[in-house]
């Protein structure tokens, strides 16, 4: 559970990507999907004065069981002290495009100053 007081709500969208930010492809490339995804995520929040630690819940939606623990490794890698959003993680048959491994929606909680 994560409980915020005060403070601007932001949807962050389910977010995707088969396009690292340098134009290479990440088609097939779980980990490369999901590092670039919360790249892209962090990204978004700073341009409301916030970060990925600001997020205080997502949904996982991964394409294949066996992406579970790779996810688990690679989120821990961008919450400090174990400190995660409250989060679900789901497996999906599909998604809108077959490169697509991985999509994260979140919500976060950014200070209002």
């Known amino acids: 559970a994560v409980a915020t007081t005060g403070g601007k709500i ?3 969208a389910g977010q995707t990507t088969t ?6 492809s990440l088609a097939g490339d779980f980990e490369g999907q999901t590092r670039e995804i919360f790249r892209i ?23 294949d069981t ?3 623990d790779p996810f688990v490794d690679i989120r ?10 409250s989060s679900a993680l789901i497996t999906v048959v ?4 077959p490169d697509i491994l991985i999509e994260i929606k979140a919500t976060a ?4 100053d």
């Open 19 to 24: 396009t690292h930010a340098n134009g290479n």
């Open 94 to 97: 599909g998604f809108a495009r």
């Open 10 to 12: 932001i949807g962050l």
């Open 66 to 68: 066996r992406f579970g």
């Open 41 to 63: 995520l962090d990204e978004r929040l700073r341009g409301f004065g916030g970060d990925l630690s600001d997020i205080v819940t997502m949904t996982v939606y991964i394409s």
């Open 76 to 85: 821990s890698e961008h919450f400090d002290n174990d400190e995660y959003p």
């Open 109 to 112: 909680v950014v200070d209002a």
